[in-house]
């Protein structure tokens, strides 16, 4: 947790390997799942702010053989109302994640999925790894590079993420912790295996506590982005009829049962990120989920507060999303919920 700048709390629990029984440390390394979005946005912007590339870009510029890519925005993929359907949706994508691939013979895979399209473009909303994934593509199409070389050139190395990188699964990485699926109450397995070439763009980057807090120091203070880019980054987006795309995401919440203050949150989505508010704290976020690991990045802007939660577990009762509120709410110092 980082305040004014300071570190207030830097803390590590549990094992990072439970058969070796190895405690987490501070430097500790976790897959963060879909976290690794927000990066993949400030790519995209980069490169538009560089006259590389345009948000309104048709995807057929960079994928003309994809199905409805000649309707599609790269905007409308930032915010996930291209309507492109998401590949882990698919029972198959169980088994299909153990397959290592290139980027394009992934977006190959995605392009032959029973279902391509969950609605018409710009008309609805709903999270879309492939989307992410293929956006992923593009930044690599645009800057002549692979994306791990991107993140790293662009990201990690100027602000000094010295833990993070695009995962590979064959690397060698010091203080890599083992992912877990929780089972019952206090009942883990080890995770199933996937390939870091499937999740790409959209969940394969691999990081610290600390060095996620020095991102959101380096965007949120101007470092990474022009103000103009971190501006679009945070403005909800909005469907082709003018909609809100937060009251989409709220109907849905409401389909699903979700508690009433969780419904009255008032969540919009960004490039990236959720934009809500907590009891009058403005609140930036985003979390990650990926096979034994669970993530969560906030930033309270007002309150100058920055949260990372990282657990190597996922499941039922299990992870980020058992704590991370509770831990929020003290940082700026509200009390937690009963």
């Not at 392009?111 to 989307?131: C, I, L, R, V």
């Not at 800057?143 to 050139?153: E, I, K, N």
């Amino acid at each position: 947790m980082i305040k004014d700048g300071r570190v207030i709390l830097i803390k590590s629990y549990g094992s990072a390997n439970l058969e070796q029984a190895v405690p987490v440390s501070n430097d500790s390394v976790f897959r963060i799942g879909s976290v690794t979005k927000q990066f993949t946005a400030a790519a995209l912007l980069l490169l538009a702010e560089e006259g590389k590339l345009s948000l309104q870009d048709k995807l057929s510029k960079y994928y003309a053989n994809f199905p409805r890519s000649d309707e599609i925005t790269l905007e409308e993929m930032l915010h996930h109302t291209s309507g492109i359907h998401s590949y882990t949706s698919e029972p198959a994508f169980v088994n299909d994640g153990m397959v290592h691939r290139s980027t394009d013979e992934m977006v190959e895979y995605i392009k032959k999925m029973p279902k391509t399209q969950d609605f018409e473009p710009g008309t609805d909303w709903s999270y879309s790894n492939s989307a992410y994934f293929i956006l992923g593509g593009v930044v690599e199409k645009v800057s002549g590079a692979p994306l791990a070389q991107v993140f790293q050139t662009r990201f990690f190395t100027p602000i000094g993420m010295a833990h993070s990188a695009l995962d590979d699964e064959a690397d060698i990485v010091l203080g890599r912790v083992r992912g877990y699926s929780g089972t019952a109450p206090g009942k883990f397995s080890n995770a199933p295996f996937i390939s870091m070439t499937v999740p790409g763009a959209a969940g394969s980057i691999r990081s610290t506590a600390s060095d996620l807090a020095k991102w959101n120091a380096a965007l949120f203070g101007g470092k990474v982005l022009k103000s103009t880019s971190l501006a679009a980054m945070l403005t909800p987006g909005r469907l082709s009829n003018g909609e809100a795309t937060g009251a989409v995401m709220a109907k849905m919440m409401a389909a699903a049962g979700a508690p009433a203050d969780a419904q009255s949150a008032k969540k919009e989505y960004g490039y990236a990120v959720v934009i809500s508010q907590e009891e009058g704290h403005r609140k930036i976020d985003h979390g990650g989920g990926i096979y034994g690991f669970s993530a969560s990045l906030s930033e309270f802007p007002d309150d100058k507060t920055t949260v990372v939660v990282l657990s190597n577990a996922i499941g039922k009762d299990v992870g980020v999303t058992a704590i991370t509120d509770r831990i929020e709410r003290l940082a700026v110092g509200l009390l937690p919920k009963k």
